[in-house]
């Protein structure tokens, strides 16, 4: 399975639980110096403000996919997060709708959906996304897996953003579905005068690999 940072490609790693501990995120008191940002997962995604030269050590929940049966009924052990995701009159969606997928645990719970949701976001300093990954499984004996993953953006204040996590899927030459694993944001900008959006790539940016202490 492919990992795709909206442009580069890494090795995937076996699914697993990060075991950094997290909080669910809270927005700036104030709109000053912040961003929009739709945050699309069928996995989970925690973003953090990066203060200093380090990693943040414990994470903030941003959205996190739930489970549901093939009649659309969501299941009462995987719920998504949050349960009434937030609108804040962003522009229109430009990024691809993610696949359904079937969890490696307790299939009868149903298929991973993906959850939108907006936020606003500081921008005085650099972001963090991050996710703990996903595990994919089928009814045989064998599942693919996405790494658990970080990157760190520099967002700009008063501008609208989507960040897409989680597993995607396209077809292969033979028509077969190849899994994608996915993690990147892109910019939603508007031509002048028009109702023309045209989506725009952030490019990570360099950051410490080391975690705060405390």
Do not use: W
């Amino acid at each position: 399975m492919r990992f795709v940072a909206i442009a580069s490609l890494v090795a995937v790693s076996l699914f697993g639980c990060s075991g950094i501990p997290s909080a669910p995120y809270v927005e700036p008191a104030q709109s000053e110096n912040s961003a929009r940002l739709r945050v699309i997962t069928n996995s989970n995604a925690f973003g953090d403000t990066i203060v200093g030269n380090c990693r943040p050590a414990s994470r903030h929940k941003m959205a996190e996919a739930g489970r549901f049966t093939s009649e659309g009924r969501p299941s009462l052990n995987t719920p998504q997060y949050p349960l009434e995701p937030a609108i804040l009159g962003m522009p229109k969606r430009a990024a691809p709708e993610l696949i359904q997928y079937m969890g490696i645990r307790q299939m009868a719970e149903g298929f991973y959906k993906e959850v939108v949701t907006e936020y606003r976001v500081r921008t005085d300093a650099p972001f963090q996304i991050a996710t703990s990954g996903a595990g994919v499984g089928n009814f045989g004996s064998t599942y693919s897996s996405c790494p658990e993953q970080a990157l760190v953006f520099k967002l700009e204040p008063g501008k609208d953003y989507e960040a897409l996590v989680g597993v995607g899927g396209a077809p292969d030459k033979n028509g077969v579905q190849s899994l994608m694993c996915i993690m990147g944001v892109i910019e939603l900008v508007s031509l002048p005068g028009t109702e023309v959006l045209v989506p725009r790539r952030v490019m990570p940016i360099t950051a410490s690999q080391d975690v705060c202490k405390g």
